[in-house]
């Protein structure tokens, strides 16, 4: 079978090997996998920018989805013919995460880019039917992180604001959710022939940052202020996701750094209010 390894630091590091076909030892699964996607925390770790660094040789991509083709001796969640996905923090179950628990598929662990990836039972999860196998490879990591931004706070009250970044992965989700529990949604987009496109998702505000630089005064007023915001842009739009916030509003902030390097300097005071980071 064949797999790509990260070998390195770059796109030049990324290299397809030859493997034979593996076989799972007795709490592991192999899983034929029929779709992958692909998520800024994966462009992170193949430049070397991504807070945890990766293990020499790992498989990249925390999502994909696939068929279960082969069972260990001693697995009891999963047969053959399953539809599955793996979990993007594998060993973390339930409760909050500590250090014993960072290990992530596609950087400490290997990960989905492969045509078969093992998988201990409990790292992956059995997929619904009505999903087909594109849905289903980009949800462990963007939409599992979007869905924990609209509703971890505290799951917002129909007819609240919630202000989603760009048209990313975790926005677009979080947009979807937002609308699902009853919310308007304002969306700021830096290109214009995204617009159409947030709207047809169920934006209720759009606007263009390049003719609007200077966007949180604009929102907040045409919003009455938002209530939450899924912050995605960092350094680039935090100020202006302050100023459209309401009192008491909260911001998600699922980024401190931008691609440019830069990033958002926090008062520590900060991460004891109703900052989630």
């Known amino acids: 079978m064949r797999n790509y390894r990260l070998e390195g630091s770059g796109t030049e590091s990324l290299v397809m090997r030859e493997a034979a076909q593996p076989e ?20 992170m770790i193949l430049n070397g920018t991504y807070p945890l660094p990766p293990r ?33 923090f594998a060993r973390w179950i339930d409760g909050r995460i500590h250090a014993g628990l960072v290990d992530q598929l596609g950087c400490t662990l290997d990960g989905m880019l492969a045509e078969y990836a093992v998988l201990d039972e409990q790292w992956a999860v059995r997929l619904p039917d009505h999903l087909d196998w594109q849905e289903a490879a980009t949800l462990t990591c963007a939409g599992l992180t979007a869905w924990n931004a609209v509703t971890g706070a505290g799951i917002p009250k129909p007819g609240q604001w919630v202000l989603v970044i ?4 975790v926005s677009l989700f979080a ?3 937002a609308k699902l529990l009853g919310c308007h949604v304002a969306a700021v987009t830096s290109r214009g022939e995204k617009a159409d496109r947030l709207r047809a998702l169920g ?12 966007w949180g005064a604009a929102v907040r007023d045409q919003t009455g202020g938002i209530d939450l915001v899924v912050e995605t842009g960092g350094p680039a739009t935090f100020a202006q996701s302050l100023i459209a916030s309401t009192l008491y509003g ?10 440019k390097g830069g990033s958002i300097q926090l008062p520590a005071a900060l ?3 109703s900052l989630a980071t």
């Open 24 to 43: 799972p030892k007795p709490h592991e699964i192999v899983v034929r996998v029929r779709a992958t996607s692909l998520n800024r925390r994966d462009t």
């Open 271 to 273: 991460y004891q209010r």
């Open 166 to 169: 760009g048209s990313g992965g």
């Open 203 to 214: 934006a209720d505000l759009v606007i263009s940052t390049p003719d609007m630089p200077q």
């Open 250 to 259: 909260h911001i998600v902030l699922l980024t401190l750094q931008d691609a």
């Open 56 to 88: 020499q040789g790992v498989v990249p991509l925390s999502d994909g989805a696939g068929e279960v083709v082969a069972v260990g001796a001693a697995v009891t969640r999963f047969a053959v013919g399953d539809r599955v996905t793996g979990s993007y």
């Open 175 to 177: 947009l979807q959710f």
